[in-house]
């Protein structure tokens, strides 16, 4: 696999697109799910930014900064969404808050060095 400047970033997003997907699937299958359908929805929110800025980013785009500021505001209101359900026992939303915390610095990371 060729490496770019944004490897890191990019494999944060990419991890964070498997969490994210995860915790919509486990969340749909959670005997009450209208309590959280803003955490799917957020998910899913998530997996399709963090998609679209690991393809910019693989590009080394133009816009790679800009959809990386983007991409730290949806993952982190992901992030502050799974914490209030994992601080209720929902480990795969503690999982995924973490990949979105951790995508949001990567991504705060590679602005900074761009």
Do not use: P, W, Y
Not at 34 to 40: D, E, S, T
Not at 53 to 79: M, P, R, T, Y
């Amino acid at each position: 696999m060729i490496q770019t400047k944004f490897q890191s970033c990019i494999e944060a997003c990419l991890n964070c697109i498997a969490l994210c997907n995860q915790c919509a699937v486990a969340c749909l299958n959670e005997k009450d799910v209208a309590h959280l359908k803003k955490c799917i929805q957020l998910n899913l929110e998530c997996v399709a930014i963090c998609q679209a800025a690991a393809n910019v980013l693989s590009l080394d785009g133009k816009f790679s900064k800009e959809i990386c500021k983007l991409c730290i505001e949806i993952c982190n209101a992901c992030a502050d969404e799974c914490e209030a359900h994992a601080n209720m026992g929902m480990e795969h939303c503690k999982e995924c808050a973490e990949a979105c915390r951790k995508c949001a610095q990567a991504c705060e990371e590679m602005i900074k060095a761009a």
